[in-house]
């Protein structure tokens, strides 16, 4: 059946969402992608972002992009525009776009409903103190002097906490529950504090902000979320999200659904970890094309569909795994073995001079754009007497397996010529200037009429056509599959997570093409123009290797 037709990968959450339609439970699907803007999105919120998206979008529902803005001091404009920009990217069109701290008003008016009811009361402990009473897993805490205030005295103090009347750290708002609850979230848990702080959109209005528990039910229910998808560290509050929703007049009660957080091999996806690198300078801003950024994957050369793919593939489950990282390599290699143009580029050269060649004449050599996809047409590529070839197809004292170029040996440039090594030129130093070989006219394009075969394929360029360029290669960002967990994240990293190459001769066609089009160079991988490359020197990246030669090292060690 054709691509489009296929059914969407199934999981335990379209499965609970198909039984709340088909019971009446609900009767539309309304979800929401609620990230703080205090980072940029990484691939852990892409499966977040694919999952609240594609669940709306299979059931005719909406979709929300909610910016949980209640940290005034952590929040910055810059982000949330950031945010937005990547969510487009990624393919997706949220139908409301909404802020927590446009509920404020609200969720205040909310809070005084709450200690009205006297299921809250202020507490006028130092947030030591509030800790240190909470008690442990196995202990219960203690209550506070102040639980028993009157409602009257609540209201009030809690009005001049507004009012800004108190320094912060002097009074919060917290649930009246119970300290002996077995969850601690249950233990009166803090729901407004005072911060003296400016919010980016709410200005100075506002001295007290609600924490996340309080505002993120609350938040749902005014948008008429039915299904509230988050992450597993989320289960244990699920019991206070419910409760804040039954003792309050609210519009609807979400439903809270817990999936497990993705977590990469080989790479951190925490924004916080994301942060210090960035901050630390091991890399070179948020989208570097190492970290596992939405823009950092966009500027390696990722596309949106290969990130959607990658998140399809994975599913959804409540079971924590680390996935490998060629999984993620395998969606985009997919993808861009489809679509990618193929040209030649050499990345490390080193010269041939081909001494039965005419001086001076160059020819026009005819190459698919596509092995398989003849839709994409053919190009015409430069052939002269002097070729760069790459530096490791070519070995003095080669051992029997190797197929490719060595003193008397044959091989084939491919769409052109065999060619047989006969002389090597050094400078004085004995390195290697330049291989002499001679070709055989008889080959162009094909095979020896002779019938003599060759093992050995090589890419190439002319070297007066040839565009010259820096390609960037990429290798894991850490050395450990888990650098999360060790006690020193730097001290994990891959020094050789980037290898400049700086004299690479790409085949002239490059010019003709968009810059920022896809590309397969030859037996070297995927690559795209990076961010910096400009006219007079380009910069490309590899996105990805046309295999995984990391996993086969591995195997071997
Ligand atoms: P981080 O730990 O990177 O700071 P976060 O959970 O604090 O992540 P938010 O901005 O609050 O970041 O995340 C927005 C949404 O994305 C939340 O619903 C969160 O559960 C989800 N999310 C974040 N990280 C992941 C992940 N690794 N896998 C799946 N979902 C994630
Ligand atoms: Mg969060």
């Not at 959450?13 to 339609?21: N, T």
């Not at 509030?130 to 009257?152: A, H």
């Not at 960037?472 to 999360?484: C, E, G, H, N, T």
């Amino acid at each position: 059946m054709p691509e489009s037709e296929v059914p969407p990968k199934t999981h335990f959450i379209r499965r609970i969402i198909e039984e709340d339609l088909g019971s009446g439970k609900c009767t539309r699907v309304v979800t929401r992608f609620p990230p703080e803007p205090n980072g940029y999105l990484h691939i852990g919120h892409a499966k977040s972002i694919c999952l609240n998206f594609d669940m709306a979008d299979s059931f005719g529902g909406h979709c929300n992009l909610r910016f949980d803005d209640t940290n005034p001091e952590k929040e910055e404009a810059e982000y949330a525009y950031a945010i937005e920009e990547d969510v487009r990217w990624l393919g997706y069109e949220w139908h409301n776009l909404c802020h927590a701290s446009d509920y404020f008003d609200q969720l205040h008016d909310y809070a005084v409903d709450l200690i009205r009811n006297g299921h809250a009361y202020v507490d006028s402990q130092d947030s030591e103190t509030i800790r240190e009473t909470r008690g442990t897993l196995t202990e219960p805490g203690t209550d506070s002097p102040y639980r028993d205030r009157g409602v009257e005295e609540n209201l009030d103090l809690f009005a001049r906490m507004r009012a800004g009347e108190f320094p912060e750290g002097s009074h919060v708002l917290r649930a009246r529950i119970r300290m002996d609850a077995d969850n601690i979230n249950m233990r009166d848990p803090v729901l407004y504090r005072i911060r003296r702080q400016r919010h980016h959109r709410t200005g100075s209005a506002w001295s007290i902000y609600p924490l996340y528990d309080f505002t993120h039910c609350l938040s749902d229910s005014l948008e008429g979320i039915t299904h509230s998808l988050c992450t597993l560290e989320f289960e244990d509050h699920r019991l206070l999200y419910d409760w804040i929703l039954d003792h309050l007049d609210v519009p609807c009660h979400p439903q809270q659904i817990e999936f497990s957080r993705l977590s990469l091999e080989y790479t951190v996806v925490s924004k916080r970890l994301l942060q210090r690198l960035v901050q630390d300078g091991h890399v070179d801003g948020w989208d570097d094309p190492r970290l596992p950024t939405l823009r950092g994957l966009r500027r390696r050369g990722y596309t949106p569909e290969s990130i959607r793919t990658f998140c399809e593939v994975i599913g959804v489950t409540k079971k924590d795994s680390r996935i490998a990282m060629n999984v993620l390599e395998d969606s985009v290699r997919d993808t861009l073995n489809a679509e990618a143009p193929r040209l030649m580029a050499v990345l490390d050269p080193i010269r041939v001079i081909l001494t039965n060649y005419p001086e001076g004449q160059t020819e026009m050599l005819e190459a698919p754009n596509h092995p398989n996809d003849p839709s994409m047409g053919t190009r015409q590529v430069p052939f002269g007497r002097e070729l760069y070839i790459e530096r490791s197809d070519f070995m003095e004292d080669p051992p029997k397996k190797f197929f490719r170029l060595a003193l008397g040996r044959e091989v084939r440039l491919r769409y052109a010529y065999f060619i047989a090594c006969q002389e090597i030129e050094r400078d004085t130093d004995g390195n290697i200037i330049a291989l002499h070989c001679i070709y055989d006219p008889e080959t162009r394009g094909g095979d020896a009429p002779d019938g003599r075969k060759v093992r050995g394929t090589l890419h190439w360029v002319s070297v007066e056509q040839a565009v010259p360029a820096e390609i960037r290669l990429y290798d894991r960002l850490f050395k450990v599959p888990d650098p999360a967990a060790e006690a020193d994240l730097m001290a994990a990293l891959n020094e050789n997570s980037r290898i400049d190459m700086l004299q690479c001769q790409i085949e002239p066609e490059i010019r003709r093409l968009p810059t920022r089009v896809r590309i397969q160079f030859e037996r070297q991988g995927y690559f795209c123009q990076d961010t910096e490359s400009a006219p007079d020197r380009l910069i490309f990246n590899r996105t990805v290797n046309l295999r995984d030669t990391w996993e086969k090292i591995r195997q071997r060690s």
